[in-house]
Structure formats: C-alpha cells, structure tokens
C-alpha cells in the first residue's frame, strides 16, 4: 500500500475527504485478505486431480479385516477353515448314552442318597424306631376328659369371671342404685318455651 508511510493524521484527512475513498480502501484490504487465505483440501470431496499420489495409495491398499460369518467356502482362509472345524465344545454330560466313561458310571452308581426317614416303614433301623417311640408330646389340656390331674381340674372349676353389669336383673346391689338414679341432663333445644324450668331459664 502506498499510504502505509503517510502520518496517521494526514490518513484520517485523507479518508475524510471523500467517502468514496473511504469505501475503496475497506474493499483493497479485504481483497488483500482474501487473497492470501487458502482453504485446506478436502480430501472426500475432490476428483482425480486434486487428490496426492501418496493419498490415493493409502486408500487402495486399505483393506478391512474379513468377516468369517459373511464369507462362504471360497473365500475363506483354509487355515481359518481349518480353526473352526478343530473346534469342538465341551462335553456335557447329561446328553450322553452308553458311551460315557465307566469311571464315571461307577460314581453315579455308587451314591446312595440319605435316607429320608418319613417316607420309610418298618425297615427302618431300632435305634432310630426307639427315638420315635420314646417322644411323647407336651398334653394337650383341651382335648384331655376325666383323666386330666385333680389340680388342673380345680383351677379351671375354682375360675369365675368378673360379673357383667349389663346382665344382671333387678337384684344387683344397692351400689348399682347410682346407675338408676342418674337423670341425664335435658335438652334445652328440644323443650318449648313453656316446659323449660323458671330456674333454668334465669341463667
């Protein structure tokens, strides 16, 4: 630029002068800018031309890892189809005949669960039997009749209960007087002017 060695306030006059060269000074300078900016390459975008040798060898040397589950017989590795047709799953041994090994047949063979003594009868051995026979439960003082001791008997017959107000008739003691003798207090919203007492209607 040629003003770059003018003073600064000889540039301000000059810029003052017109508007027009105002404007075209902005404009130079964002040429200038835009000149010198260079946008970086887009590598997805561009044809042949554009793109560095190096670059495109990159690209055509790439190649992805195969899928074995997507490849038929042709395609695949024979060491690879060697690796899946060696392998074989462990053994699981409920499947299995007649072919199982006789060290393993013998083991089975040879468990005897614990006896469940419920579901046994007589067979059962004497020292477990007597066990059984000597267990005698705690009585049962409901279902006895007669036979039950003189003791308990007494204490069920010597029980009384506490006697029930509610039930008894005219002969209950004078102490139950206070129960007939209480007049509830009446209910001044339910008399009429004329049946209210002369006392009450003071207060």
């Known amino acids: 630029m040629k003003d770059q060695n003018v003073p600064r306030e000889g540039f301000h006059n000059k810029c003052e002068d017109s508007l027009v060269k105002n404007a ?6 964002k ?7 260079e946008v970086g390459s887009n590598i997805s975008t561009y044809g042949d031309n554009d793109i560095n040798a190096k670059n495109k060898k990159v690209v055509k040397d790439f190649e ?5 589950s997507a490849y038929g017989e042709n395609d695949v590795d024979a060491k690879k189809n060697e690796v899946v047709k060696d392998l074989e799953p462990r053994l699981k041994f409920s499947a299995y005949g007649d072919d199982t090994n006789v060290k393993e047949k013998n083991t089975v063979k040879d468990f005897e669960p614990r006896p ?9 051995d004497v020292k477990e039997n007597n066990v059984v026979e000597d267990f005698e439960p705690r009585p049962n003082i409901t ?7 003189a003791k308990e008997k007494d204490v069920v017959k010597d029980f009384e209960p506490r006697p029930n107000l509610s039930a008894y008739g005219e002969d209950i003691n ?3 007087n ?3 003798d209480f007049e509830p207090r ?5 008399y009429g002017e004329k049946d209210v007492d002369a006392k009450k209607r003071k207060s």
């Open 24 to 29: 075209q000074l902005v404009t130079i300078e």
């Open 31 to 37: 040429k200038l800018v835009v000149d010198d900016f």
């Open 64 to 68: 992805p890892r195969p899928n074995l």
């Open 116 to 124: 469940n003594i419920s579901a046994y009868g007589g067979n059962i």
């Open 143 to 149: 279902a006895y009749g007669e036979d039950i001791d």
């Open 174 to 176: 004078a102490k139950e």
């Open 178 to 180: 206070v129960v007939k």
């Open 186 to 190: 009446p209910n001044i919203s339910a």
